[in-house]
Structure formats: structure tokens, C-alpha cells
């Protein structure tokens, strides 16, 4: 039981990395995380029916991301089995004008040579940060390690805005 | 040769001329046991500073020193002796025949010429073939080196001061450019520039375009034909660089549009609410209205919400939002806060975690007077405030989050740095030590995130879950900018590959600035202000499409004290009333902001308004 909080900060992390990923494969393992029919995903004021809907969306109209958690604080809440967690955090994006898979927006030219397109691995170019509140409403199994199916809510919303990102909101 | 040697006289005039408008007037007190001469000798001997045309006015001397630099360390020598007196300096500012009169005079020039080669209709500011401008080259402001590299920043850091001047292209070619050193500062005037021409110059060099690397960041087309660094085998490549969001370069598409809008935007584009259902809006608005206003005036009267079973805790996030946020607080302090913080990232030990958690009323009850008085604004500017509401199954309930800002206006009840409970004792003496506590516990304004768990409860409530973030103060991301950003006209200024509209053309360097200019803002002086604030008001709201006819029209600082619902209501009234801006305004705020007792107060009282009233 003393380490339930640990336990709930490795597990929001996790959840977090996931998303940051951008390999299809490892993005996906946010999947088995989260209840797949009953689960509620609201990103920014939008609802998503499907949690594939909603890392579909995120594996191909997102750049890459870097998210830092800032704060995290959770109730139990007795007879239901679950828990609410509320996290603060914060994130960045990959503004180098490249997608998850290192696709660009250019125009090749004969000259250029199309063969020189998307190099080995792009290094990101990160913008600057955004604010992010993040809440989530978990099964308890998770304090005896069992992350199956566990996330019922996923409410994420970026909660401030830098004026220097090339992003738009 | 013989305009060659014109141009030289010119240019000594010229500097004559501009000597004679740097010079600042200066008067001089306590003299009087010398002749003028005498001080005049002194001065320039003590302080190595000239003061020219000297004459005795009443009890002063007054003369010219060279520029405003001089005349500042002048006003350093106050107090010195002279003449068995302590003389006394002073700059004189007078608008009549002074040396400022000058300066005043070329700002009026040069801000009229602004408005001549500025065309509203297509957003364009015409700076093409500046030399040849017949208005400049009377006034000899574009005739030397020196004068030339003062005009363009002047220039804009004017149009800066206009609000009117929305600006979306800009012509520079034919003007000779070899760098950019001198137009630099567009940068910071217009950030949000699309279209940029600067063809026919004579820029070679990349590394001049530098000063350009992250700015612009909105630029859509350059034109750069009849510039040597054009040739180079890397301009493309360089150009891609500088300007990330390019899609035209030298009427060539460079970047597939749709792909560059997918990369640089968030499919999930930030909403102010989200309720899962209708109802749901209602009554967690309803909640959330309720609960901030006891929340600032009466906190016990909320216990009755919470039963024995109900939890509450805050967390610190403190972590500093990056100063390009707007209003962000760079400087937060959080000392009320952090000893009551449950935040897991920063508490370590269990017991403490277990402690900062409040269970039950008494608990709850000790924790709320720990923290500061505040103010909420939900009514008063609810565009700060965002909202989201859905449904939690396990309780039978919902949970509803809210993000937005409070003013602190007290010192909370408890103190918690006092160290009132035994546990704590006497360690704040220890914490003390070198605390200025009123700088650490000022109050200020803050940002938060608060999250209730909503369980009805035979026709009642109870919050099951009460979890508040506090943050550093930052305007939140779903409040739309101020700044004009429309959209829906760009397209007007440069369309699609090689449709450039005569002025910007290449081929056109001189396009009389008069054709241009027959619509909208000419001349500051002969319009009325508010047909000026007009113009710029339509840019002032993106996204709305209704014709000019029926847009209302409020001078900026009224406007600017305006949330979108607001002016979105005083269009409304004003489309149905007929009422001309000053009256829609008198009758919305009289009627609270309430479409609805608008109407019928327009209706029952429409015959007695003077008739001056309506459009």
C-alpha cells in the first residue's frame, strides 16, 4: 500500500511516453492501457467515441511530442473500485516541419533528387512549451500491477499557449 | 555629372538640415553677475558643451546645444558655480519655433506617406521605389546614406503605432537594397506578415537574410527575382530554412500546403467547453457558478457539499510557463501553498502525503481557511474560463473540470507557515531565517485546474472528489487572440502561383502610390476617426463574414474591453435595432448583457429615442 503513489506516477508516465512515441508499434501500446469500449477520451474539448479513433488521429495529424510532468495528485474513491488522478504537465512539439515518420511538406525539384527525402532519423526541433491538465480516472488494479483495460476517462487539455510556436491551437 | 554634383550640395544641405533638427533648446539660470558672453565661454569651457544663438530671455539664458545627448549631460552640470551663483539648466520643449518642430514635422510627413502607399482593401503597404517618391525627395528623406538608413526604421516604428495599418504584404523592390540591415525591423512590426516582395535589389548574400531565421513565422510568398543571391545553388535550401511556413517562393510552389497546415496544426482544435450532455452543461455551469461564489465569500457555507467520506487536496504545480506565453507570471511565488501541496512529483515521504490529503468535513473545512482569499471573475470575463463535464458510472456521477484564473484577495484564515499544528512546531523559526515573508506572500493572480467529482444525492449533491491545481498565471489557450488575424481575406493579397497584383509586380516599379490608395485610409488628417477605426474594427474579428453594412462598429478601447460573447450580442442587437454603435452599447449593458431584455427594453422605449440614435 505505501508505494501506491509510486505506482500511480510510473503509470501516468508510462501513459505519457506512449504518447511521445513514434513508432506506430510502441504508440499503440497506449491501446491495452485503456478500457476499449467504455473509455471516454476527450482531447481539448473533443470527444473521441473510439480510443483508435483517437491515437489514429494522434499517430497521423500530430507531430512528435515531449511531454514533462509537472504535478500529480490522486483520490481514491471508496466503493467504486477507482480512482481520479489530476496531473499537470507540459508539452512540446517537434516544429521542424516533419510528421512522425519524417515526412515533410517540400516540393522536391529535379535537382534536389528525390532519393535524398527522408533521411535516417530526423532530429526533432522543439518548439516551445505548452501547458497541459490531464485527468484521468483509473481502475485500482493498477496498485497490484495489472494495467489491462484500466484508464475509463482520459480528459486532456492544453491549458496555456506560447506565442512563439509555429503550432497552431 | 551634373546631377551628380547637385546631389553633393544636396547632401550638405541636407546635413546642415538635419543639424539644425537634432539641435535641442536649453535654457540657463542664475547668471546674472555676467554678461551672457561670459557664461556662454564658461559653459563651453567647464563642460565642453557649445550652446549656439544665445539669447537673453527675462531671467534666463536661451541657446541650442547639438542633440539631445548633449543637452542630457548639460542638465548633469546643475549646481555648478559660476559667478558667485549655482546655475541652473534646463531643456526647453516648446513646440513653437524650437528645434523640435523638426522632428515633429517629419513624423507627420512620414506618417502620411504611410498612409498613401498603405491599401486597406488589399492589406498591402507599398514601399516599392521608395527614391523616386516625389514627396520624399522634396522633404530629402531618402536622399543620403544616413538619412535613408534613419527613415525606414522611423517608418516603422510608426506604423507599429497605427492599429489601423493592418498589414499583410509588403513591396520593397527597386530600392536598392544590397542587405536587409536597414528593413530589419519589419520583423518586429509585422510578425504576422504573409507576402513579402523584395525583387529588383540587390542582395547577395544569405547570411544578410539571417536576421530573419525565426521571425516571420506566418510568411506565405517572397518574391526575390533580380537579386544576385538568387543565382546561388543553395537559395532554395536557404529560403526553406529561414522562412518554415514558405509555400511560394519566386511565384514557384516550394511546399505542398495542405501538408505544412497538418504539420504545424493540432487536429484537436482547443474548445472553451465540452459537455457530454445538454443537461450536463446546464447544471455543471450552474455548480461551477455556485460553488466559486461561496467559494470566495463564504467558504463554510460549502461544507454542507462535502460528506464525512469526500476528499480535498491541492497541488503546487510550479513550474514557470515559458515567457512567450501571453500575461504568463514569470516570477511566481507560492508560499501559502507549499507547505498544504499534495503534489506527488515533489512530496516524497508517505506520511506527508497522507497528511496533506483532507477526508471529511473538519478536515476539508481547515484546509479552505489555509488558503488565500480569492476572487473569481466567471461572470464578470467568462471567455478566461473553460470548462469540460461528462459522466464518471462508478459513482452514478460526473465529473467536472474547470481551468481559469482567481485574483487573491486576503490572507488565508490559518497560516500555514505559522506552524500551528504540533507536528510542525517551532521548525518555522528554523524555515524562517532570512524570509522576507511580505515579498514571498504577496498575493497575486493565479491560474488553476480544479476537478470535482459530482454525486446527486437525493435531489442534492455531494462532492465525492475535490482536487485543485494552482498554478503560475497564464492566459488560457482557448481564449482567442486580439491581434488581427483574419483569414478569410488573405487571399485577396496574393493569390496562387504567378497571380501577383500590378503594384507588387516586377514589372511596375513605380506604381503611382495614388491609384492605390482611392479606397479606405489616405490621409490621417481627412477622415473622420471613426471611419478609420472601422477598418481596422472588421479585422478585429476574424471569422465573421456578415457584410460591412451590418458589422457594428466600436472605437478599439471599447472593443477591447469586450469578451467574443459580448460583441458577439451587440452585433446581434445592433443588426435588429438599427441603433448606431453608441446606443447598441448603451442598451446591452443596461440590459445586463441579456439579448433577450434588450429586445423588449428597445421595443417598449423605441419611440422615445431621438432618431440620431439609429443608423
Redesign the interface.
Known amino acids: 500500500m505505501?508505494n501506491q503513489?509510486q505506482v500511480?506516477?510510473s503509470f501516468v508516465k508510462r501513459i505519457l511516453t506512449n504518447l511521445d512515441e513514434t513508432d506506430p508499434q510502441k504508440l499503440a501500446q497506449f491501446l491495452p492501457l485503456v478500457n476499449p469500449t467504455?473509455c471516454?477520451i476527450?482531447?481539448?474539448?473533443?470527444?473521441f467515441a473510439q480510443p483508435t479513433a483517437f491515437l489514429e488521429?494522434w499517430q497521423s495529424?500530430?507531430?512528435q511530442t515531449q511531454h514533462?510532468?509537472?504535478?500529480?495528485?490522486?483520490?481514491v474513491?471508496?466503493g467504486?473500485?477507482?480512482l481520479?488522478c489530476?496531473i499537470?504537465g507540459?508539452v512540446r512539439?517537434d516544429?521542424s516541419?516533419?510528421?512522425k515518420m519524417g515526412?515533410?511538406?517540400?516540393?522536391r525539384?529535379d535537382n534536389?533528387g528525390a532519393g535524398s527525402a527522408p533521411a535516417a532519423k530526423h532530429r526533432p526541433l522543439w518548439g516551445?512549451?505548452?501547458?497541459v491538465?490531464l485527468?484521468i480516472?483509473i481502475d485500482e488494479r493498477i496498485f497490484n500491477n495489472d494495467f489491462n483495460c484500466v484508464v475509463?476517462?482520459f480528459?486532456y487539455?492544453?491549458?496555456?499557449?506560447?506565442?512563439?510556436?509555429?503550432?497552431?491551437? | 555629372m551634373n546631377s551628380g554634383f547637385q546631389h553633393t550640395q544636396n547632401l550638405g544641405f541636407i546635413a546642415q538640415q538635419a543639424a539644425i533638427q537634432s539641435r535641442v533648446k536649453v535654457g540657463v539660470r542664475g547668471w546674472q553677475n555676467a554678461t551672457r558672453q561670459d557664461l556662454v565661454n564658461f559653459v563651453s569651457r567647464k563642460t565642453r558643451i557649445a550652446i549656439t544663438d544665445s539669447q537673453v530671455q527675462g531671467d534666463m539664458v536661451v541657446g541650442f546645444v547639438n542633440n539631445q545627448q548633449d543637452a542630457d549631460s548639460l542638465i548633469n552640470w546643475n549646481g555648478v558655480r559660476f559667478a558667485g551663483n549655482a546655475l541652473k539648466f534646463e531643456i526647453i520643449n516648446d513646440n513653437g519655433a524650437g528645434g523640435n518642430t523638426g522632428t515633429s514635422n517629419t513624423i507627420t510627413l512620414l506618417k502620411s506617406f504611410l498612409f498613401k502607399r498603405y491599401n486597406a482593401q488589399t492589406k498591402m503597404m507599398d514601399l516599392g521605389n521608395l527614391r523616386n517618391d516625389p514627396d520624399l525627395v522634396t522633404n530629402g528623406l531618402f536622399s543620403s546614406t544616413s538619412t535613408q538608413s534613419k527613415m525606414f526604421p522611423a517608418m516603422m516604428k510608426l506604423a507599429s503605432k497605427e492599429p489601423q495599418l493592418i498589414v499583410e504584404s509588403i513591396n520593397l523592390s527597386n530600392n536598392n537594397l544590397r542587405d536587409v540591415n536597414m528593413i530589419s525591423s519589419i520583423a518586429q512590426t509585422f510578425p504576422n506578415l504573409k507576402n513579402l516582395c523584395l525583387a529588383n535589389n540587390q542582395i547577395s548574400k544569405f547570411r544578410s537574410l539571417e536576421v530573419w531565421k525565426g521571425k516571420f513565422?506566418h510568411l506565405r510568398e517572397l518574391l526575390m527575382m533580380n537579386n544576385p543571391v538568387t543565382t546561388d545553388p543553395l537559395y532554395?535550401?536557404e529560403m526553406?530554412r529561414l522562412f518554415?511556413?514558405l509555400v511560394i517562393l519566386d511565384n514557384v510552389?516550394?511546399?505542398?500546403?495542405n501538408?505544412?497546415q497538418?504539420?504545424?496544426?493540432?487536429?484537436?482544435?482547443?474548445?472553451?467547453?465540452?459537455f457530454?450532455s445538454n443537461e450536463l452543461g446546464q447544471s455543471s455551469t450552474d455548480f461551477v457558478t455556485n460553488f466559486l461564489n461561496l467559494w470566495d465569500t463564504n467558504r463554510v457555507q460549502l461544507m454542507g457539499l462535502y460528506s464525512p467520506?469526500s476528499?480535498f487536496?491541492?497541488?503546487?504545480?510550479?513550474?514557470v510557463?515559458?515567457s512567450?506565453?501571453?500575461n504568463?507570471d514569470q516570477n511566481p511565488t507560492f508560499s501559502f501553498y507549499l507547505p498544504l501541496s499534495?503534489?506527488?512529483?515533489?512530496v516524497s515521504s508517505?506520511k506527508t502525503?497522507q497528511q496533506r490529503?483532507a477526508m471529511g468535513q473538519e478536515a476539508i473545512d481547515k484546509l479552505f481557511s489555509s488558503l488565500p482569499k480569492s476572487k473569481h471573475y466567471l461572470q464578470e470575463q467568462p471567455s478566461n474560463y473553460?470548462l469540460?463535464a461528462?459522466?464518471?458510472?462508478?459513482?452514478q456521477g460526473f465529473?467536472i473540470?474547470l481551468?481559469g484564473f482567481f485574483e487573491e484577495v486576503d490572507k488565508p484564515e490559518i497560516d500555514a507557515n505559522k506552524g500551528t499544528s504540533s507536528t510542525s512546531g517551532g521548525r518555522h523559526r528554523r524555515f524562517n531565517h532570512g524570509h522576507n515573508n511580505n515579498s514571498l506572500n504577496k498575493l497575486s493572480r493565479r491560474?488553476f485546474?480544479r476537478?470535482w467529482?459530482i454525486v446527486p444525492n437525493q435531489g442534492n449533491v455531494i462532492i465525492?472528489?475535490d482536487?485543485f491545481?494552482i498554478?503560475p498565471y497564464?492566459?488560457?489557450?482557448w481564449i482567442e487572440p486580439q491581434q488581427p488575424t483574419s483569414i478569410q481575406q488573405t487571399a485577396t493579397a496574393l493569390t496562387g502561383v504567378g497571380n501577383i497584383p500590378p503594384s507588387m509586380g516586377v514589372q511596375q516599379p513605380g506604381v503611382s502610390p495614388q491609384g492605390l490608395v482611392q479606397q479606405g485610409l489616405s490621409q490621417p488628417g481627412l477622415q473622420q476617426p471613426g471611419i478609420q477605426q472601422s477598418n481596422g474594427q472588421m479585422n478585429l474579428q476574424p471569422g465573421n463574414l456578415a457584410p460591412p453594412a451590418g458589422q457594428l462598429q466600436l472605437p478599439p478601447e471599447v472593443q477591447a474591453k469586450l469578451n467574443p460573447h459580448q460583441q458577439e450580442l451587440l452585433n446581434k442587437l445592433h443588426i435588429e435595432t438599427k441603433l448606431n454603435a453608441e446606443y447598441t452599447y448603451m442598451l446591452a449593458e443596461q440590459s445586463g448583457w441579456n439579448y433577450e431584455i434588450a429586445i423588449k427594453g428597445f421595443q417598449e422605449s423605441m419611440n422615445n429615442i431621438p432618431r440620431q440614435a439609429f443608423i
Open positions: 505505501n503513489s500511480l506516477e467504455g471516454k476527450i482531447v481539448n474539448s473533443t470527444p488521429v495529424s500530430v507531430v514533462v510532468l509537472t504535478a500529480v495528485d490522486y483520490h474513491i471508496p467504486t473500485g477507482t481520479i489530476n499537470n507540459k512539439f516544429e516541419g516533419k510528421d515526412q515533410d511538406a517540400v516540393i525539384t534536389m516551445s512549451y505548452y501547458g491538465s485527468q480516472v475509463s476517462s480528459n487539455t492544453m491549458v496555456y499557449k506560447p506565442e512563439d510556436s509555429l503550432m497552431t491551437l | 513565422k532554395r535550401t526553406l518554415p511556413k510552389l516550394i511546399r505542398d500546403e501538408k505544412l497538418q504539420l504545424y496544426s493540432i487536429p484537436m482544435k482547443i474548445q472553451q467547453f465540452f457530454e467520506q476528499q487536496s491541492i497541488s503546487v504545480d510550479s513550474s510557463p515559458s512567450s506565453v501571453s504568463s499534495r503534489n506527488l512529483t515533489k508517505e502525503k490529503l473553460s469540460e461528462w459522466s464518471y458510472p462508478q459513482v465529473i473540470t481551468h491560474s485546474d476537478t467529482i465525492a472528489s482536487l491545481t498554478r497564464a492566459d488560457g489557450s
